[in-house]
């Protein structure tokens, strides 16, 4: 018998199934020929495999449709940092089939050796789905088998095709043609020649890669900028639990701090003295004042990253508020509609100030009555970039770093190169993760079999728990993940990636431990089963919310962006790199022509397809209350295509669909991240009114423009 909270979960299915069918003219696939400026699909020339048949003469042909495997997060990867896609067939025309009782079409997959080969299954004239691949590079092949329940290709191959990523290849004359008969510079290290009359010397290279000569030469265009400390700067302190009443008054203090890491000391920024600042514990409904000073050298605000509060406290210079100027204070006041993990940073050059470490979490309680008892623990996640000399400098007038963003090589949780815990055998830990990075995707997992559960994300819980084998955190987006750890001993926390060497035009994997979780052996009986909990309430809510998508107003934004004044190097660079786009570059492996790109030169923008406006031209207004069904669309055909982690304030949504593919693990969100070349759609609740932000949360993009304002008004 069907419990209420199921029935409500397979309502929301069932719905979510049917916005699909009523929406399909809007949402077409890769391979789909209705995709158009008002209608668009993933990236054909990205997602969609043509097929040609082996005998030019026969009638066969069809595509391969590489999609979204569905799942709680909107980029498909698996625990390895391994890409996946499920395979949508789309085929006609095929040949007589051989003699068997079994005889039919198989479809199979390979890496370019054509060894090994994956067996994906039967398919059929028609559309057929098969399961996942997970080659970065491969071939695709159907074959008429005598027997379609053979895990071993006997018959002949009727259609052929590769991915996209498949068109990589080592450019040696374009190599030689930059100059590449240049000295090389030592694996690991910055090009270390004296500092230019900007500040400039280098930029560091991630072990393994090689990097142009002529981009070894590359500069950034703005003069190079780093905080000082001057004599009596405190050392910076770890983060303290403040706890917050209604009423209460929280003073809130941005300043210079200095940090050693490594046995180096750097002059950075902290709340209170505290890297991260304070993590803030609240009852949700209750409403607090922040007291905000100023004490660094720059002019900043606070931005609640995620709650629901009045529009005037949001923290946006000069549309909520004016910058705060150094000596100067603010009062903030907040209230908590939702129970959830927040957290606040700076909106003014947030690629300097977020990335010094203004930032931290905001726990609104209760988040979940559903979810059972579990001792907390709060992981802010985030990168720093250190040379040989110490911090890479700061663009002083402009972001640097503008194409990709700037990544770090010193991984940190909690302001620390390696995060500790202890625990029991058996002992569920609840983790709040926040990624307060700048522009890293991370794909985080256990070292050993690890039961997880992802209990909530950006704002509230799920319904019920997701069970998962690794997390993926785009800048901004929070999850909170139970764990229990089955045995004794040690597991890494660890960040599993694939990362692409554009010069040589390979796949390679990329490890990294972020924390050790010491478990330590439980004398009492403990259950190894999980625990089931289930949120009858919130399935009722999100259930009745999708219910209502019809009646919401379709909009559709694009995501690219336009570069001018590049150096010729960095041009022809980018045009290497645009033969193919990850749907996710979780690391920066072009980073001399990544860091030589300003702000100046690079324009992300967000575009309206209905209108063809950009940025601040759009002017969207809606009425309070009503619904936006909000499609965002990766542009392929730029210079640079990449994943965009898109954030709306002061609002929330969910995330219908990937790719044309509906999603069924709802949860309430203000992040999501849109793939390169990919498409996502939402159904966003406009509830609160005022002028809101939406833009990307990758730093160096905001701070090129790629932001707009929705104006929600009272009816």
Not at 163 to 172: F, H, K, Q, T, V
Request: hydrophobic content about 40%; some cysteine; aromatic content about 8%.
């Amino acid at each position: 018998m069907r419990t209420g909270h199921t029935a409500a979960l397979l309502g929301i299915g069932a719905l979510l199934v049917g916005a699909g069918a009523r929406a399909a003219p809007h949402a077409p696939g890769p391979c789909d020929p209705r995709a158009d400026s008002l209608h668009p699909a993933p990236s054909r020339d990205l997602y969609c495999i043509e097929l040609f048949p082996s005998d030019p003469d026969g009638g066969a042909h069809g595509t391969a449709a590489l999609e979204w495997v569905p799942g709680p997060f909107t980029a498909s990867v698996a625990a390895d940092g391994a890409q996946q896609f499920n395979l949508r067939f789309a085929l006609a025309g095929l040949p007589p089939l051989p003699p068997g009782r079994r005889a039919g079409y198989v479809a199979w997959a390979a890496p370019p050796t054509l060894m090994p080969l994956q067996r994906l299954g039967a398919v059929r004239e028609g559309s057929t789905l098969t399961g996942p691949v997970g080659f970065d590079r491969f071939m695709v092949l159907v074959s008429a088998e005598p027997d379609t329940l053979s895990q071993t290709r006997t018959g002949p191959i009727v259609l052929r095709g590769e991915s996209a990523s498949n068109r990589l290849r080592p450019p040696d004359l374009f190599q030689f043609a930059l100059g590449a008969t240049a000295p090389p510079m030592p694996e690991g290290h910055a090009h270390h020649a004296m500092r230019d009359s900007l500040g400039w010397s280098g930029v560091p290279m991630p072990p393994g890669l090689t990097m142009l000569a002529a981009e070894m030469a590359l500069r950034p265009g703005t003069p190079a900028w780093l905080p000082s400390a001057p004599p009596g700067t405190p050392d910076v302190r770890p983060m303290q639990l403040v706890s917050l009443q209604d009423g209460d008054t929280l003073d809130l203090t941005a300043e210079v701090v200095v940090r050693t890491i490594g046995g180096r000391s750097y002059p950075m920024f902290g709340f209170n003295g505290q890297h991260p600042g304070p993590l803030l514990r609240v009852g949700r409904g209750s409403e607090v004042t922040v007291r905000f000073t100023n004490r660094l050298p720059l002019p900043s605000t606070v931005h609640w990253h995620g709650l629901r509060l009045d529009a005037p406290f949001d923290g946006v210079p000069h549309l909520t508020q004016e910058p705060v100027e150094p000596g100067a204070t603010f009062l903030y006041r907040l209230r908590f509609p939702d129970g959830g993990i927040y957290w606040y940073h700076p909106h003014v050059r947030d690629d300097i100030q977020q990335d010094l470490g203004l930032y931290g979490n905001i726990l609104v309680q209760p988040a979940s009555a559903a979810w059972p008892k579990a001792r907390e623990a709060f992981l802010l996640l985030d990168d720093l970039l250190l040379g040989e000399e110490g911090l890479v400098p700061y663009g002083r007038d402009t972001a640097t770093h503008a194409a990709m963003g700037r990544m770090g090589n010193l991984l940190l949780v909690n302001g620390e190169p390696r995060w500790r815990l202890t625990a029991r055998q058996g002992e569920r830990i609840r983790l709040f993760l926040t990624n307060a990075a700048g522009a890293r995707t991370w794909n985080l997992s256990f070292s050993d079999t690890t039961r997880m559960e992802l209990a909530g994300g950006d704002i509230g819980g799920y319904a019920e728990p997701v069970p998962v084998d690794h997390i993926v955190l785009a800048p901004a987006e929070r999850q909170v993940v139970d764990v229990a750890f089955p045995r004794p001993g040690r597991y890494l926390l660890i960040n599993r990636v694939r990362a692409l060497d554009h010069v040589n035009g390979r796949f390679f994997s990329q490890v990294d431990t972020l924390g050790v979780v010491q478990v330590y052996p439980e004398t009492r009986l403990i259950s190894t089963h999980p625990i089931r909990w289930r949120d009858s309430a919130l399935a009722r809510e999100l259930a009745a919310f999708v219910a209502r998508a019809p009646e919401a107003e379709a909009r559709t934004l694009e995501l690219g962006v336009s570069f001018a004044g590049l150096p010729f190097v960095a041009e022809r660079l980018m045009r290497l790199d645009s033969i193919y786009f990850m749907p996710v570059e979780w690391a920066g492996t072009m980073p001399g022509m990544n860091w030589a790109t300003t702000a100046a030169q690079a324009r992300w923008r967000l575009r309206d397809l209905a209108t063809g406006r950009d940025n601040h031209d759009i002017h969207w207004r809606f009425r309070r209350g009503s619904l936006l069904r909000l499609t965002l669309v990766g542009a392929r055909d730029v210079l640079h295509a990449m994943q965009h982690p898109i954030h709306l304030h002061g609002q929330r949504f969910l995330v219908l669909a990937v790719g044309g593919i509906p999603n069924h693990h709802l949860v309430w969100k203000d992040t999501v991240l849109v793939p390169a070349g990919g498409t996502v759609e939402l159904l966003v609740d406009l509830a609160n009114p005022g002028p809101w932000m939406l833009h990307c949360h990758i730093a160096e993009h905001l701070g090129a423009g790629m932001m707009t304002t929705i104006f929600v008004e009272e009816e």
